[in-house]
């Protein structure tokens, strides 16, 4: 999920317009006072986090509010005030939103091929170049484009969990001795993310409240041939590399090259919201959230004004967790007042 962070703030109003035909009808500045639960969340843990990625947002906007923000984080009631009076909650396009979530997996592994773990994670081959698409996931496969390259950084157990690795584009290995091998996000192929869920419901398998991650896999291991040819059906492939450095307590590297947050981290479209941005979401469902989180990641699903991607942690239960979400709702992008309002005077 690794992606060259596009958030020059001086240049946001007019990619928005572009690609919205316009912002009368699609962007609306709201007051604190409109946000559900805004007074009851956490906005010095929020602010924290904000300070993680604050010195990569560009423009003079941006500049002010950051050199403000270290001292916000005094009280509670300091940070509250901080966005408050600094930003203004702009909503961008139509809602219902569409929240997803996704997490880091903790899953066994091997650096080199034994009869247990024959199943590969790639490094990013040389000759892909950023912008141009490459073979296909099928073509990948068919013609053995990566075997025997010397790109193999490790090897699961489990083919359906290269795949959704693939899809969370970070992980976390544990090796036989008990050491854990980080790795991120390095490139893709350059096709297009598609749902295996939604190809599922187009097949007729499965209705859409049936549709998540536990069910997929557990399908797919039900029904090894047609399940394999199913991941087939998104055509595009993750490639990752070995994250050495990246210490044990730290979440895995978003967008924006540094750490994301459990529960404050989303991943956005950036052509609707600057990476490293605020992001206030009401997200309905079984589990709803009110929470203002910080825009640090990107994904290929991710696209649209009104969709995110929530980071649920890492292991087990944060998968459980992130493959049941699917809900509804709202997400509005708390931008400095100058650009919040110099956004809709060029509207």
């Not at 009631?77 to 600094?86: G, I, P, Q, T, V």
């Not at 929240?99 to 990013?124: D, H, I, M, Q």
């Not at 950084?153 to 359906?160: E, G, I, R, S």
């Not at 044990?248 to 540094?258: L, N, S």
Request: contains cysteine; charged residues 20%.
């Amino acid at each position: 999920m690794l992606a060259r962070v596009r958030n020059i703030a001086g240049a946001f109003a007019l990619s928005v317009m572009a690609l919205m035909g316009g912002l009368p009808a699609s962007a609306q500045i709201l007051g604190f006072d409109d946000l559900e639960g805004w007074a009851d969340d956490d906005h010095r843990a929020a602010l924290s986090v904000f300070l993680e990625t604050c010195d990569q947002l560009d423009g003079p906007d941006w500049a002010p509010v950051c050199a403000l923000a270290p001292q916000a984080l005094q009280s509670a009631s300091a940070a509250r005030s901080f966005f408050e009076l600094l930003f203004r909650p702009v909503l961008i396009g139509a809602p219902p939103a569409l929240f997803t979530g996704y997490y880091e997996p903790e899953l066994p592994g091997s650096l080199v091929r034994t009869p247990r773990y024959t199943y590969p994670l790639y490094a990013r081959p040389p000759e892909i170049r950023d912008g141009t698409a490459w073979l296909s996931r099928r073509e990948m496969e068919s013609r053995g484009a990566l075997h025997g390259r010397g790109l193999e950084l490790a090897w699961l157990d489990d083919p359906v969990e290269v795949f959704f690795l693939q899809v969370q584009g970070s992980g976390r290995i544990r090796l036989p001795d008990g050491s854990v091998m980080r790795v991120g996000y390095a490139g893709r192929n350059g096709h297009p993310y598609r749902s295996v869920g939604a190809e599922m419901i187009r097949r007729g398998s499965h209705r859409p409240d049936q549709v998540s991650a536990p069910e997929i896999k557990a399908w797919v291991r039900r029904n090894p041939a047609a399940g394999m040819e199913l991941l087939r059906h998104n055509p595009s492939f993750v490639f990752f590399r070995r994250l050495a450095d990246l210490p044990p307590e730290k979440g895995p590297i978003g967008a924006m090259a540094r750490s994301i947050t459990t529960l404050r981290s989303v991943a956005v479209d950036p052509a609707f919201v600057p990476l490293g941005a605020p992001v206030w979401l009401e997200k309905a469902g079984s589990a709803p959230m009110r929470r203002l989180m910080i825009a640090q990641d990107t994904g290929g699903a991710i696209k649209g004004a009104q969709r995110a991607d929530i980071f649920y942690g890492t292991g087990v239960d944060a998968g459980l967790a992130a493959g049941q979400i699917k809900d509804g709702g709202r997400m509005l992008v708390l931008l400095p007042i100058e650009n919040a309002f110099a956004l809709m005077a060029e509207g």
